[in-house]
């Protein structure tokens, strides 16, 4: 029997990484009893291998916890644990959708950092009921009132009411569980109305096909029922339904308000769209919920099995991955040198490295990606803008009038004795100061605009580098702007590499293309014949090495004797030579592309 909305609480726990957000989740699991000593883990709701070897959580996952509150009232806790890194807000926006509170975890020894920031301002868009949560007071260097006031100064939430907790040892999460009871709204909508369910999750289930997470909005969810789903209009009957409690737990219906999945043999992936409203087949349906606005990737890079052959499990692979992650894309792609593979687009270059992760774990897969590149506005000389997110498609550059690069939004907390260093930093990386003011005597927040692909790469690892690990960023994309920018094409004899073509800003052209040959002619095999592997803008070459050629010792049979004799013989190898160079190709191997693809950027 559904709990009745008036006794249901549905929140979130967001946070900077490794502020405490899975630990606590942890605590809130043990007080409220739905975990025994046995199956008792850490970070019990980070499920995925890779969540629990990089220490992060990568996905949102769900648990219904059942509290009886000081007054005795049985309440039902959704919670829904989120990921803390820049790269997964999409994860983050669609978990607030379905909450009407959330626990703004803080680590009080560190105070604010800047996803704290990102995470509590998405909450409050989203009208949720935020609680400040400041965690780790056991330590010794925890500074609580200096914590409470940078919350109130920079973020803008009253801490009068700020919860003291450890998430460590327990201390204060009895009154985190009775401040959700008594702060946190209960859901809104209509028990006896028309069915209304928000999908906020999806995943692939080998036994039972694509599997959606719910929130109930208005009406009732049953088994046996007919479903349809409004954005594609596909119809299916209700198989199975549950809820995470904290493991899958069978129910026979989901009310108003309540979290749960919903299994009913959906065989297309493309049926469970994150976002998309769920309503029943045999009445009139009503208006479509709002969803989500659908998320841009902001990194494309290629991904192309080793082995050719692998093509269409590559292909299922990313399909059913995507379900589970719809903030990633991908078409089919081809290379020259690589073969039949998919371009993708990813929200950041950790996403990049997951999504790649996951393919080679969870589908046995071997994969070779390309060097990860942003989307391009080139402007052509005839008027038309064309969007580019393969830098080898690029226009020829006497086509082009300028090229337009995305720019974005970065905002970098670090301690004041580190300001010369990331400032510096910033400017290296053709940044543009925007603010610099103090959240506290010795906590600077600095704002600046920087070309999103200055910093794809290392950046965050400068960063960390010149700040001894204590600064923390957060970045958001503004738009385009137009740079001197160019397109530098890697040559090999004369043949353009399609996978190893760049765009790099005009001054750092030639150190670029210079680097980008010397680490290829330390990977191409040695031919019977000279090799000349260049870097070149359009038509003019900026750089240039040669692969010596491999020599045979034509005159070592020649033992004194005539000197003409061994002049014949090399003069007869060199027009050899010269003749192969004209009809030879450099086939250049996989793990060359593999190792120089791996070069620093």
């Known amino acids: 029997m559904p709990s009745p909305p008036s006794l249901i609480r549905n929140f979130s726990i967001i946070a900077h990484v490794d502020h405490g957000k899975s630990t606590l989740a942890d605590r809130l699991l043990e007080v409220t009893g739905v975990l025994s000593e046995r199956e008792r883990v850490d970070q019990f709701l980070d499920r995925l291998p890779i969540e629990r070897e990089r220490g992060i959580t990568i996905k949102s996952q769900t648990v219904r916890l059942p509290y009886k509150a000081a007054d005795g009232t049985v309440y039902q806790l959704n919670l829904i644990d989120t990921p803390g890194h820049v790269d997964f807000h999409y994860e983050v926006r669609c978990a607030l959708a379905a909450c009407e509170g959330a626990l703004l975890v803080v680590d009080a020894t560190q105070g604010v950092e800047a996803q704290t920031l990102a995470n509590a301002y998405s909450a409050i868009e989203s009208n949720l009921e935020v609680i400040p949560v400041l965690n780790k007071t056991d330590l010794p260097s925890v ?54 369910a928000l999908v906020f999750d999806s995943w692939y289930d080998a036994y039972r096909g694509a599997m959606v997470m719910v929130r109930v909005v208005d009406g009732t969810l049953r088994k046996g029922q007919k479903i349809k789903m409004l954005a594609t209009g596909s119809e299916y009957e209700v198989v199975d339904l549950g809820v995470m409690s904290p493991n899958a737990t069978s129910v026979s219906e989901l009310g108003t308000g309540e979290v749960g999945y919903v299994a009913a043999n959906i065989r297309s992936v493309k049926d469970t769209g994150t976002g998309d409203t769920i309503v029943e087949a045999s009445k009139t349906p009503p208006p479509a919920l709002p969803g989500f606005r659908k998320v841009k990737p902001m990194v494309f890079a290629g991904i192309f099995p080793t082995d050719n052959a692998d093509y269409d499990a590559l292909r299922d692979a990313l399909e059913k991955l995507h379900l589970n992650d719809p903030a990633f894309a991908f078409e089919p792609d081809t290379s020259e040198a690589l073969g039949f593979g998919f371009r993708c687009g990813f929200l ?150 399609d996978a190893l073509a760049v765009i790099v800003h005009k001054d750092k052209s030639f150190t670029r293309g210079r680097d980008l040959c010397v680490k290829l002619k330390e990977l191409i095999p040695r031919q019977q014949f000279e090799v000349a592997v260049q870097a070149a803008i359009g038509s003019r070459v900026v750089a240039r090495v040669n692969v010596k050629a491999v020599r045979k010792d034509v005159i070592a049979k020649c033992y004194g004797g005539d000197i003409s004799r061994k002049r014949k013989l090399l003069e007869k190898q060199k027009k050899g030579k010269r003749r192969m160079k004209q009809v030879g190709s450099v086939e250049i191997p996989q793990d060359a592309f593999l190792a120089i693809l791996k070069v620093d950027n």
């Open 143 to 196: 500074d609580v009132e200096k914590t409470r006031r940078e919350i109130e100064d920079v973020v803008g939430l009253s801490c009068a009411d700020a919860l003291e907790v450890s998430a460590k040892t327990g201390l204060g999460v009895g009154a985190i569980l009775e401040a959700l009871v008594s702060r946190v709204p209960s859901p809104k909508g209509d028990p006896s109305g028309p069915l209304r």
């Open 348 to 497: 950041g270059l950790l996403h990049m490295e997951i999504v790649q992760e996951r393919l080679e774990r969870d589908y046995d897969l071997d994969l070779i990606s390309t060097a990860p590149s942003v989307m391009y506005r080139v402007h052509l000389l005839d008027g038309t803008v064309v969007e580019v997110e393969n830098p080898a498609r690029v226009p020829p550059a006497h086509k082009v009038e300028h090229i337009e690069e995305p720019l974005s939004r970065v905002v970098i907390h670090t301690p004041s004795a580190y300001v010369g260093a990331v400032l510096t930093l910033c400017e290296e990386r053709r940044g543009v100061q925007k603010s610099i003011s103090y959240s506290s005597t010795d906590r600077v927040i600095i704002t600046y605009e920087l070309p999103l692909a200055e910093i794809l790469f290392d950046f965050h690892d400068r960063l960390k580098s010149v700040s001894r690990g204590y600064a923390s960023m957060d970045y958001e994309v503004i738009g385009f702007g137009t740079s001197d920018l160019v397109k530098i094409d890697i040559l090999v004899n004369g043949e353009p590499l």
